[in-house]
C-alpha cells in the first residue's frame, strides 16, 4: 500500500521544534515530522517564527511536504517519518 493523508490536522511540537502530521498506510497509522529548517525556508521573517508561522508555512508547502513523505515511507516502511532538509534537495 502507499501512505495517504486523509486528515489535514497538524500540530506544532515546540520542544523537538518540528511540525507533526499523520499519515495512513492501510489502517496503520505513520507518525509523520517535518523540521522547522525546512519550514523556515518558506518564510521571509526579521523576527524568530512562532508556531503560528510554521504551521502556516506547513500549509503552504502541505503538497511538496506530503510527497517528501510518501518517498520517505515508500524507500523505507516505518511507524515513523522525520523529514528534514535532507528530503528536499
Same mark, same amino acid.
Given at each position: 500500500?502507499? /501512505? ?5 490536522? =497538524?500540530? @506544532?511540537? *515546540?520542544?523537538?521544534? +518540528?511540525? %507533526?502530521?499523520?499519515?495512513? &498506510?492501510g ?7 517535518v ?9 521571509? /521573517?526579521?523576527?524568530p517564527?512562532?508556531? =503560528?508561522? @510554521?504551521? *502556516?508555512?506547513?500549509? +503552504?508547502? %502541505?503538497?511538496?511536504?506530503? &510527497? ?22
Amino acid at each position: 500500500m502507499t /501512505l495517504s493523508f486523509p486528515n489535514s490536522a =497538524r500540530s @506544532y511540537d *515546540e520542544t523537538h521544534r +518540528r511540525v %507533526r502530521f499523520t499519515g495512513y &498506510d492501510g489502517m496503520f497509522e505513520v507518525k509523520c515530522f517535518v523540521t522547522v529548517d525546512v519550514l523556515a525556508r518558506g518564510l521571509a /521573517l526579521r523576527t524568530p517564527a512562532a508556531e =503560528r508561522d @510554521y504551521l *502556516e508555512a506547513f500549509d +503552504r508547502m %502541505r503538497a511538496i511536504i506530503l &510527497d517528501a513523505a510518501k518517498r520517505a515511507y515508500n524507500s523505507n516502511a516505518q511507524a515513523t517519518v522525520l523529514l528534514d532538509v535532507s528530503n528536499f534537495r
